[in-house]
């Protein structure tokens, strides 16, 4: 799920209601799982905050780990997605993944930086 050219793994960061994931590669073991779960999670949801100069496009791998566009955030722009526990978010600008969310039991928020 990396972008062309690019050997490093995508990295998922979990999120929580209490805190702010800043999404920008990290070295770590924790990397995005390849599609989201065909089990119905707890309904929840993420807000995606852009605090870039530029768009981000926020994309669902779906069950069989093809992405659906979800929502193209404008800088400076909030973009509230319903989801379910467990559902994987990818967020990319300029053709790049930025990072990878997932989403947990309960509502969070995710700044784009």
Known sequence: MSAPGDNRPLTAARYSATGSVFLHRLETSDHAPSASPRAKGK????????????????????????????????PKVNHLQD???????????????????????????????
């Open 43 to 74: 309904a929840s949801t993420i807000t995606f905050a852009n605090k870039r100069s530029e768009a981000v496009k926020v994309s669902w791998i779906d069950f069989d780990g093809q992405r659906k566009r979800m929502a193209d955030v404008r």
């Open 83 to 113: 989801t379910h526990a467990g559902h994987v978010f990818v967020i990319s600008a300029d053709g790049h993944d930025l990072g990878a969310v997932v989403a947990t039991e309960k509502d969070g928020s995710v700044e784009i930086k």
